[in-house]
C-alpha cells in the first residue's frame, strides 16, 4: 500500500491564483481531513469528510474548497489565493470506528507571494 | 468542547536522561487521546493512543503516557532519550461525539549529545 499520497510537494502561487493540492489514499478508509500547519503552530482542521460525496467544515474552512466523489480521493481547492495560505499542507485519513487513529500524507508546502 | 494544551513549546534534554512532555486537555466527553511525532519536513506518525481502556499506554520507540482523569493530563515520557526522538510532538484530543480532532501546538523535543 502507498498509503496517503499528496501532490505537489512543494507549489509557489502568485496571488489571486487557483490550484488544487491533490490527496489520495490505498486503504479503503472513510474518513479523509485536511489541515494547515503554520510555522510553530499545531495542525488547523481546513475541512474533512465521513465518505464519498459527504463533506463538512472544520475550524478554518474559509479560502478553499473540497469534494469527495470517490473514496480514494479528497482534493483541496484554493481558488483566490492569499499570502496568509501560505502554509503546510497535510491530508490524512483513517478507517470507520473507534480507534481514530489517522494516517497522514508527507505534506505539500505552499508558498503565496 | 474540547481543547488541548501542551505547557511546553520546547523541552531540551541530554542523551540518555529521561523525557517527559506535558499535555493537559479539556472534553465534555470521555476523550481519546494521541500523541504524534513529526520529524523535519516530514508527516506526522501515531506514537500512541488511549481510548478508554489500560490508563498507562506503551507505544513505539520506547514512549510510553499515563491517562490521569483527575489532572485531565496525558503526559509523554521515555526513559532514557535518543539522539533520533529530536522531533516535534503533538498531543491529540478527541470527544466520543465528535468526528474533528484538536491538535496541541506542539512540543519541540531537543536531544543534547
Known amino acids: 500500500n502507498a498509503g496517503v499520497t499528496q501532490t505537489p510537494k512543494f507549489r509557489i502561487l502568485k496571488i489571486g491564483q487557483s490550484m488544487t493540492l491533490q490527496c489520495a489514499q490505498d486503504m479503503n478508509h472513510n474518513y479523509m481531513y485536511w489541515y494547515r500547519q503554520d510555522p510553530g503552530m499545531g495542525l488547523k482542521l481546513i475541512y474533512y469528510?465521513?465518505?464519498?460525496?459527504?463533506?463538512d467544515k472544520g475550524e478554518v474552512p474559509n479560502g478553499y474548497n473540497v469534494s469527495r466523489s470517490t473514496t480514494e480521493d479528497f482534493p483541496l481547492r484554493l481558488e483566490l489565493a492569499a499570502p496568509s495560505q501560505t502554509s503546510v499542507y497535510f491530508c490524512?485519513?483513517?478507517?470507520?470506528?473507534?480507534?481514530?487513529?489517522?494516517?497522514f500524507g508527507p505534506g505539500t508546502r505552499l508558498t503565496v507571494t | 468542547a474540547q481543547s488541548v494544551t501542551q505547557l511546553d513549546s520546547h523541552v531540551s534534554v541530554s542523551e540518555g536522561t529521561p523525557v517527559l512532555l506535558r499535555c493537559n486537555y479539556s472534553?465534555?466527553?470521555?476523550?481519546?487521546l494521541f500523541w504524534y511525532v513529526q520529524h523535519p519536513n516530514k508527516g506526522l506518525q501515531l506514537l500512541l493512543k488511549?481510548?478508554?481502556?489500560?490508563?498507562l499506554v506503551k507505544g513505539i520507540n520506547g514512549f510510553e503516557a499515563e491517562f490521569k482523569k483527575s489532572e485531565t493530563s496525558f503526559h509523554l515520557t521515555k526513559p532514557s532519550a535518543h539522539m533520533s526522538d529530536a522531533a516535534e510532538y503533538f498531543c491529540?484530543?478527541?470527544?466520543?461525539?465528535?468526528?474533528?480532532?484538536?491538535f496541541g501546538p506542539g512540543t519541540s523535543l531537543s536531544v543534547i549529545p
Open positions: 491529540v484530543v478527541i470527544g466520543t461525539s465528535y468526528d474533528k480532532v484538536i
Open positions: 490524512a485519513s483513517r478507517v470507520t470506528g473507534v480507534s481514530h487513529e489517522q494516517y
Open positions: 488511549y481510548t478508554s481502556a489500560a490508563t
Open positions: 469528510s465521513v465518505g464519498a460525496g459527504i463533506t
Open positions: 472534553s465534555s466527553y470521555s476523550p481519546s
